[in-house]
């Protein structure tokens, strides 16, 4: 690639990292506003199914044939199959919001199922909850998972071992 290339790739790769540095301070504003309205116990549930939510909606767009991710922004490196440098994860730790900001991390399950009930994209390892890097792995889903995500019913948290730890 040329010199001429590799400034608008830098430039185009920092414009998506402060796009998606907003994104996860509006997810950590809504779900901060929630918790502090709602207590706990129902901000965490209200928050999960708007992620479910969410997750579904990406799940549509993917079904479409419409792009899930960026390209460049969301991460800084793969390797190995692990995701190192998460821009989200590391907006969730600057400001000292892992909890809340892992429930983010819950759209991997949720626009898989939504594209396939019957599999799911989980963590092994999680960098918003505290890991050093992100690992996923597709599994099959359960029934219950299946109805829980259908119905986006509160105990769906479950879905993803690594981050119902977290929570």
């Given at each position: 690639?040329?010199?001429?290339?590799?400034?608008?790739?830098?430039?185009?790769?920092?414009?998506?990292?402060?796009?998606?540095?907003?994104?996860?301070?509006?997810?950590?504003?809504?779900?901060?506003?929630?918790?502090?309205?709602?207590?706990?116990?129902?901000?965490?549930?209200?928050?999960?199914?708007?992620?479910?939510?969410?997750?579904?909606?990406?799940?549509?767009?993917?079904?479409?044939?419409?792009?899930?991710?960026?390209?460049?922004?969301?991460?800084?490196?793969?390797?190995?199959?692990?995701?190192?440098?998460?821009?989200?994860?590391?907006?969730?730790?600057?400001?000292?919001?892992?909890?809340?900001?892992?429930?983010?991390?819950?759209?991997?399950?949720?626009?898989?199922?939504?594209?396939?009930?019957?599999?799911?994209?989980?963590h092994g390892e999680c960098?918003?909850?505290?890991?050093?890097?992100?690992?996923?792995?597709?599994?099959?889903?359960?029934?219950?998972?299946?109805?829980?995500?259908?119905?986006?019913?509160?105990?769906w948290k479950y879905v993803?071992?690594?981050?119902?730890?977290?929570?």
């Amino acid at each position: 690639m040329g010199e001429k290339q590799m400034v608008p790739l830098i430039e185009a790769r920092e414009q998506v990292e402060i796009a998606i540095t907003r994104l996860a301070l509006l997810h950590l504003a809504f779900s901060k506003t929630l918790i502090e309205k709602l207590g706990d116990e129902k901000g965490n549930e209200l928050i999960l199914k708007s992620i479910m939510e969410y997750g579904k909606r990406i799940g549509d767009r993917i079904t479409r044939g419409l792009p899930d991710l960026p390209k460049y922004g969301i991460h800084r490196s793969r390797r190995n199959g692990k995701v190192f440098g998460c821009v989200l994860a590391e907006v969730f730790q600057e400001y000292g919001e892992e909890d809340v900001g892992c429930l983010y991390c819950y759209v991997d399950a949720a626009k898989s199922m939504a594209t396939n009930p019957k599999r799911k994209l989980i963590h092994g390892e999680c960098a918003a909850c505290g890991d050093e890097y992100c690992s996923f792995k597709v599994v099959p889903t359960t029934e219950k998972e299946q109805r829980d995500f259908k119905n986006r019913g509160k105990e769906w948290k479950y879905v993803d071992p690594r981050l119902a730890q977290k929570n």
